[in-house]
């Protein structure tokens, strides 16, 4: 009896030292590594491997794609890897961190990938004019703007103050409106106005 509780001591001992992994295996896809994280597919579901080669986000079907050459992978950019939701039939987008957790709610029309702690994405506004006493409903129209957030989700700057008038019914919003700002040096950003041509903003970062 006292060999056998030796013998059970000793393998309690060496458990701390041995260590157990999930494998990723039967893969469709392996993106190269950004952030720290690689992107892995398997059928339709996205997860991300880390430099151990250990699943750290297990495989889900609400990341979304960034196009890289012939190839679309999901990616972290400064902790952050977007996600996207459907509500209603209206597609919102948010991010996540790297244990998983969703830390800025889907709300944004669209939005970009973060660099330097910063993104540009599509805020939506609700605005109400009044009751219609007929109808007996309150009078709403939406407008979304070109904005920069940080990694929180805060917005930090409008950069076309004036906003795109929007219809926000699935019939109408079938896919995400595109993105019309873009950063061109530190502070400086190029934004696509109504007439196509390009306006500069400066802001006060």
């Known amino acids: 009896m006292k060999k056998i509780l030796k013998k059970v001591l000793v393998i309690l001992l060496l458990i701390p030292f041995f260590s157990f992994s999930q494998t990723a295996e039967e893969l469709d896809f392996v993106a190269p590594f950004s952030d720290g994280v690689a992107a892995i ?4 579901s996205w997860g991300f491997i880390n430099d151990k080669g250990a699943i750290v986000i297990n495989f889900r079907n609400d990341l979304v794609l960034t196009q890289f ?3 679309n992978y999901p990616i972290f950019k400064n902790n952050r890897c977007l996600i996207s939701e459907k509500k209603d039939g209206i597609t919102y987008f948010g991010y996540i961190d790297k244990t998983g957790e969703t830390v800025i709610t889907p709300k944004f029309l669209n939005a970009s990938n973060f660099k330097n702690n910063e993104a540009i994405a599509l805020e939506l506004i609700k605005n109400e004019l009044g009751e219609n006493e007929i109808l007996g409903k309150n009078i709403v129209y939406y407008r979304y703007f070109n904005v920069t957030i940080d990694s929180d989700g805060n917005i ?3 950069l ?4 795109v008038n929007i219809v926000l019914d699935k019939k109408y919003l079938r896919k995400p409106p595109k993105i019309t700002s873009k950063k061109i040096y530190d502070n400086i950003y190029a934004v696509l106005n109504e007439n196509k041509k390009w306006t500069i903003v400066t802001t006060n970062n």
């Open 41 to 44: 597919k398997k059928a339709n």
């Open 69 to 71: 050459g012939d190839s």
């Open 156 to 158: 930090k700057n409008y």
């Open 160 to 163: 076309n103050p004036k906003g």
